[in-house]
């Protein structure tokens, strides 16, 4: 400013905005809830019409749940299970959203191939639709092995199967699947096969790659089919002013190809079963706390080697998404042990998470990633501290605003700007479901609070969503289509009948200009629409500031 006393610089009484990151906002839908022909959403034409309708509504984010394989039901342990939280890789897609449409555009399959409509607007069969639908991708897949190489779609495959990033996670998970498939080894955890593949013993395996070699070749193309498919959908976003968040649990399954082909970054016994496993300690909602049954990781390995596979697995998913949701991410800070064998997480301990040592060593091989982190659950100062150091968004969650005082970090006046801000997410009840199940009390708060009336309770949410601080508002579908907790996706706790949820029959978007328009006016009135002035005058406001936002990545990292 100068001496005390002397005049200030030209220009001082110029009125500038203060910087701040691009408001936004958008909608959680999984593609297996989309509309579809074929008992399932998928990445095809549905697809593309969500992405249009969203553009529509001035919407900017479209939010996923992970798209690994799912966990498949175990007979007479879990029927319905079909979790994308407990995937069976980390690093491979799920086939199951691969349009058989499109297939038929890019002459994999013809016209006759195709299935009869079924499943219409019903929650997915998961059961019906692998049974029906993945011999017909098996034979797409096949099709496109046949082609000459060198040219068209099979150039395409031939190059993502040489890639060095892919051949990492692809060709161990091929060899995994084709060892698991194995009819005596069928439904065997990979720690109960024979020594010889259990320990991944070279003579073995190589003697079934070359045994197995049609199966394993044809595992890698029903990948690259998912990958294309969803890159498209990548670009058809894109195009139109859509990100594609992704969601990372932060855990992978034991029984993968994951753990089994990295066996030293995890914490596993002599005889290769995890020896220690995560989950969350006792609180107000579960008195023995919760076992989720993952292994966990060996931390020090991980430092030694620069968390290099931490790189190729965000890199992974960074490459299928615009930005990327870190489930658990309190984890990174510290996290909780559980002996393997106990009955309950009760007898578990905290132990020290790897910290910004691991985000540091990532930063040279993410570049400049986009990470949201979130911090719900348990939340101690450590954790703050990390996110804050970091500079990733954290989560606010409007269900959770109404119990204690006024301090509630949930409230609206409580909300920081570099956060996501959810009415509710994919866990919790349909923001309806919550209002209907409100005490009066409670319900007459919410009007007084955020003008929230009876009858009004996901549009009401959506809007004090909207007013918020917060640079990112996400809401679920099921809040914009107003719906009761039967549309509800997932139940913590309950491992059978989540996840199955489809919004209704194909054309349903085109039927949706009412609710496209209201999200619009939203996002119009509370500065949530794309200024394509807003990156320029930022940059200027910077300069003329003199400096920028803090945070591990640097200024601008996190400006999307």
Known sequence: MGPVGQPVPNGYGDYYPTPRDDRRAGVIMHPTSLPGAYGIGDAGPEARAFVDWMAKGKMSIWQVLPLVPPGRPIPGVREDYWSPYSGRDAHCGNTLVISLDDLVADGLLETKDLPKAYGGSENVDFGRVAATNEPLIAKAAEKLLAMASGSGLKGEYDAFCARADVKAWLDPAATFDAIDSTPELLGKYWWDWPAEYRDRDPGALAAIESEKASSIELFKATQFLFHVQWMRLKKYANDRGVSLVGDMPIYVGGHSADVWANQNLFLLGDDKRPSALAGVPPDAFSEDGQLWGNPLFDWGEHARTDYAWWAQRLKRTLEL?????????????????????????????????????????????????????????????????????????????????????????????????????????????????????????????????????????????IKAGMSSVSKACVFTMQDVLALGNEARMNTPGVADGNWSWRIGEPGVFATLDAEAHKLASLATVYDRVADPDAQSMRESCQSVAGGGRGGLFGLGFWIF
């Not at 985000?359 to 040279?364: T, V």
């Not at 606010?396 to 409230?411: C, I, T, Y």
């Open 321 to 461: 998404h615009d930005e990327v949701r870190i489930d658990h991410f309190r984890a990174f800070a510290a996290y909780w042990e559980v002996e393997a064998g106990a009955p309950t997480a009760k007898s578990g301990r905290w132990m020290v998470g790897p910290g910004v040592d691991m985000f540091n060593k990532l930063k040279p091989a993410l570049g400049d990633a986009k990470i949201v982190a979130e911090d719900l659950g348990v939340i101690t100062a450590d954790v703050v501290d990390l996110r804050q150091e970091c500079g990733f968004p954290g989560m606010v969650v409007l269900q959770f605003a109404w119990g204690g005082n006024g301090r509630n970090p949930h409230l609206l006046h409580n909300h920081y700007e570099n956060s996501f801000c959810y009415p509710g997410t994919h866990d919790n009840e349909t923001s309806q479901g919550w209002y209907a199940q409100q005490d009066e009390d409670t319900k007459r708060r919410l009007e007084a609070y955020a003008g929230i009336a009876y009858g009004d309770g996901a549009w009401g949410m």
